[in-house]
């Protein structure tokens, strides 16, 4: 899976529907999930096409999911940061499209994970927070402060006061296997956005790395080890 040039158009209409969302101009009622179809770009479901900075998000219900919004959102200049998530895969995060040579890995936060956190939030474009990361509400209040204060932005896969944008995975639809040669092709996903007190639903696609499947005997299917890549900058908790 690799990142993919966001559509300026789609952003456009994604950000408009959100806006006749927030205004009324399109039923819905805060709470309710206004289902819309449509697969989109994974860009357009967030305004300006790229996780907040300068506030949290929350990604709920798939790694992939994540792993393909930091890809998305990293500029080719940011330097991203993860703490606390030990079970997320680097090999999973370079076929997402996500530059390793920028990542910094603190997959044991420690006894002060909230210190941890704050230290990167001073040098790191967007800090996501896994869930051995664990903070107290006042602590994820202060991280929101300071980061708000620095410009970066905040990824949590658990629940976080004040998150600018929530999304849950409720549904995976794959495609692929023996229609795609024996290749896994692409994951939909229906997710639940939230945001300013609305909560609507998208479909997305990410698009699957071409490889042949293993695992094929344990009811699997995984993509083969693609070439090794340069990995990334792993940090000492």
Same mark, same amino acid.
């Given at each position: 899976? *690799?990142?993919?040039?966001?559509? $300026? /158009?789609?952003?456009?209409?994604?950000?408009?529907?959100?806006?006749?969302?927030?205004?009324?101009?399109?039923?819905?009622?805060?709470?309710?999930?206004?289902?819309?179809?449509?697969?989109?770009?994974?860009?357009?479901?967030?305004? @300006?096409?790229?996780?907040?900075?300068?506030?949290?998000?929350?990604? *709920?219900? &798939?790694?992939?999911?994540?792993?393909?919004?930091?890809?998305?959102?990293?500029?080719?200049?940011?330097? =991203?940061?993860?703490?606390?998530? $030990?079970?997320?895969?680097? /090999?999973?995060?370079?076929?997402?499209?996500?530059?390793?040579?920028?990542?910094?890995?603190? $997959?044991?936060?420690?006894?002060?994970?909230?210190?941890?956190?704050?230290? /990167?939030?001073?040098?790191? *474009? %967007?800090?996501?927070?896994?869930?051995?990361?664990?903070?107290?509400?006042?602590?994820?209040?202060?991280?929101?402060?300071?980061?708000? @204060?620095?410009?970066?932005?905040?990824? &949590?896969?658990?629940?976080?006061?004040?998150?600018?944008?929530?999304?849950?995975?409720? @549904? !995976?639809?794959?495609?692929?296997?023996?229609?795609?040669?024996? %290749?896994?092709?692409?994951?939909?996903?229906?997710?639940?956005? *939230?945001? #300013?007190?609305?909560?609507? #639903?998208?479909?997305?696609?990410?698009?699957?790395?071409?490889?042949?499947?293993?695992?094929?005997?344990?009811? !699997?299917? #995984?993509?083969?080890?693609? $070439?090794?890549?340069?990995?990334? =900058? #792993? =940090?000492?908790?």
């Amino acid at each position: 899976m *690799t990142a993919t040039a966001l559509d $300026p /158009l789609e952003v456009a209409r994604a950000t408009l529907r959100r806006a006749e969302l927030r205004t009324g101009v399109r039923a819905s009622t805060p709470g309710v999930i206004d289902l819309d179809d449509a697969p989109r770009p994974l860009g357009a479901i967030l305004d @300006e096409g790229r996780l907040p900075r300068g506030a949290a998000s929350v990604v *709920t219900g &798939s790694a992939s999911l994540l792993l393909a919004l930091l890809a998305t959102s990293q500029g080719t200049l940011d330097w =991203l940061a993860v703490v606390g998530a $030990p079970g997320l895969g680097m /090999l999973a995060a370079a076929d997402a499209g996500v530059a390793l040579e920028r990542v910094a890995l603190v $997959p044991r936060a420690g006894d002060d994970p909230a210190g941890v956190v704050a230290a /990167l939030i001073d040098g790191m *474009t %967007y800090v996501v927070v896994g869930p051995d990361a664990r903070l107290t509400a006042s602590e994820r209040r202060r991280l929101l402060a300071r980061a708000r @204060e620095r410009g970066s932005g905040l990824v &949590s896969v658990s629940p976080w006061e004040q998150a600018a944008v929530r999304l849950d995975v409720v @549904e !995976h639809r794959w495609s692929g296997v023996d229609g795609g040669g024996g %290749y896994l092709r692409r994951c939909e996903l229906d997710v639940a956005r *939230t945001a #300013r007190g609305v909560t609507d #639903r998208w479909t997305v696609t990410l698009p699957m790395p071409a490889g042949p499947l293993v695992d094929s005997v344990a009811g !699997h299917a #995984r993509p083969a080890a693609p $070439p090794a890549r340069r990995g990334p =900058l #792993r =940090l000492v908790g």
